[in-house]
């Protein structure tokens, strides 16, 4: 799928990925870090990176680009699915506010027309196929076999 998205760079190790969101703000570097959890089931982390190229993930930096940052994060994911077919991605916002920006990704853009499957995480632990008019705790998402 063709997206209006930023050139992004992998990291040495194939789970960091870094580009550059160009706005109002400026130029501001940003990073999306994949962590092995469990058996194929991967957290991500999504932000801005600071001096120490760590993520600062708690709020959106409101550089009037977020379609194009949302594009760019969706193409890391389809690259990192594409080397890992077998992952699942766990998405879940350090924020109320960021895990509904997470569901907006999703729900724009790793669609099931775009060949992924998501599912919502309850507060229960039970999780469910997502269901757009409903909110989560977070999110699985997978490439459709």
Known sequence: M???????????????????????????????IFKDEDDDVYS????DLDAHDQIQNFDPTGNNDARKVMATCADIIDYFLEQKPKATIFISGATDRLTKLYKMLI?????????????????????????????????FVLRRK
């Open 2 to 32: 063709k997206r209006n998205a930023y050139k992004f760079t992998k990291g040495a190790y194939g789970n960091k990925f870094i580009f550059t969101s160009s706005g109002t703000k400026g130029s501001v570097r940003k990073g999306v």
């Open 44 to 47: 991500i982390s999504m932000g």
């Open 107 to 139: 729900l724009r853009e790793l669609t099931p027309g775009a060949g992924y499957m998501a599912f919502g995480l309850n507060a229960d632990s039970t999780y469910e196929p997502l269901d757009p008019n409903k909110e989560y705790e977070g999110y």
